[in-house]
């Protein structure tokens, strides 16, 4: 009976020694909103010197009165250039080829990096490059032809570890080329759509037919650019193709980065839409993505 008592004074002891040690961990999550801004004026030119007065930010219907705004002209451009070669697109392939080796060549900087894949009914050549010089060779004689994955190929190219290291500030973007037709991806639309705005790329869209005339992809493309913060472009000939691409290559180099906390932090994953707005009337148009997700 006493050797019983003892062990059970010793288990107490050491129960309560065990507990006055004992000091709580607290977690706690700090996030940061981080979102590519492009600022134009009416007649779609880069606004430049944007400030923080100039615009009003909106999280979920909630105004963020501590933001800041910094330009995006430096930082180093992670691109993404993703070309459908399906039986529906292999027709422009020589001018999209052409004018983007030029395009890119004048305005990639050496710290920036390319990801260029193509695609039909799957990834046919996937290829990261950071001399631009490097075009020519790799866009030599790509595999065409078949159906389209488009999603699936839009998706994998996000997924790539050229997105997905955040060593540095950067710029992330796609520039997509293709009709925006789909016949044999897994992944849906919205899923693709989710995916951008979760890796923070700004997609560009590029369609080659006559302007005049919508076809069913174009609706596809332009819900593509206008939920990440890119713009869609149909273009009809060399020369248009040239235009665009100078045009994205100016808001590439022209844009701003937006950062601040959100108002409250979130247990669970959930998508916060934001709105940026301009405080004056002066026909300036400000474009971002649609949102951001929360991470619990």
Request: proline letters at 5%; aromatic letters at 6%.
């Amino acid at each position: 009976m006493r050797q019983e008592l003892t062990l059970l004074f010793t288990l107490l002891l050491l129960v309560s020694n065990l507990a006055g040690e004992f000091t709580p961990l607290v977690r706690k999550r700090v996030s940061e909103v981080r979102l590519a801004l492009v600022a134009t004026d009416q007649n779609n030119r880069p606004l430049p010197n944007l400030s923080p007065s100039d615009i009003t930010v909106l999280d979920d219907g909630r105004p963020i009165s501590h933001f800041e705004l910094r330009s995006a002209a430096d930082l180093p451009l992670r691109l993404g250039v993703v070309i459908d070669l399906s039986d529906s697109t292999r027709k422009s392939w020589g001018a999209v080829r052409s004018a983007l080796i030029n395009s890119l060549e004048q305005a990639l900087r050496p710290e920036d990096e390319i990801l260029v894949l193509t695609f039909s009914n799957e990834i046919a050549m996937q290829r990261t490059l950071t001399d631009p010089k490097q075009l020519d060779a790799t866009l030599q004689s790509p595999k065409s032809g078949g159906l389209t994955a488009l999603y699936d190929s839009i998706y994998r190219t996000c997924d790539h570890n050229l997105f997905n290291t955040d060593d540095e500030p950067h710029r992330s973007a796609m520039i997509l080329f293709s009709d925006g037709e789909d016949d044999l991806s897994r992944h849906s639309l919205n899923e693709t759509i989710a995916k951008a705005q979760l890796t923070g790329i700004a997609i560009y869209t590029l369609s080659n037919h006559n302007a005049k005339r919508t076809r069913p992809g174009d609706l596809v493309l332009r819900d593509l650019a206008s939920t990440t913060g890119g713009r869609d472009f149909v273009v009809n000939n060399a020369r248009d193709l040239q235009d665009a691409l100078s045009a994205i290559n100016s808001e590439l180099r022209s844009s701003y980065l937006l950062y601040y906390h959100p108002p409250d932090e979130s247990a669970v994953r959930s998508f916060r839409r934001v709105f940026v707005v301009p405080t004056q009337s002066n026909g300036s148009h400000l474009r971002l993505r649609t949102g951001y997700f929360t991470t619990p």
